[in-house]
């Protein structure tokens, strides 16, 4: 009789991780879709969403599995092309593409040191021919 079949560490919790994100990219293509006033696709200009924006996706769409709504709005909102858009003041927008408060001050700065982060991420993953501007 072969042996049982090991898995590394983390491996269910991997597979479990990488059908979440299968999911969040469905929800955020049905999002861009059904409220293309609020939500945009990947690497269009993002305008800051309303708070509790979830919510509202969750009346709405009620059929939505709540766990992929969270992790499509959490990817969504998470990454440089939202964050340079979280400037103090700056509108925010409900499902309708209509007004629904504003970024506050400490949002911003928030979101500023999340940019900070992405950009030192990126100098970190650059080669060095890259850095002096060489072809690879």
Do not use: W
């Amino acid at each position: 009789m072969p042996d049982a079949v090991s898995f590394p560490p983390g491996a269910v919790a991997d597979r479990r991780e990488r059908r979440l994100a299968v999911h969040a990219r469905h929800v955020r293509r049905i999002l861009c879709e059904r409220f293309p006033l609020a939500f945009r696709g990947r690497g269009a200009n993002k305008p800051p969403l309303k708070i509790g924006i979830g919510h509202d996706v969750q009346l709405a769409m009620p059929e939505l599995p709540p766990i992929a709504l969270v992790a499509a709005l959490r990817d969504y909102a998470s990454g440089p092309t939202y964050c340079r858009n979280l400037t103090a003041g700056a509108q925010r927008i409900g499902l309708d593409g209509e007004p629904a408060g504003q970024v506050s001050a400490a949002e911003a700065d928030q979101a500023a040191f999340r940019m900070a982060v992405f950009r030192k991420n990126a100098a970190a993953c650059a080669s060095p021919a890259q850095e002096k501007g060489e072809e690879i």
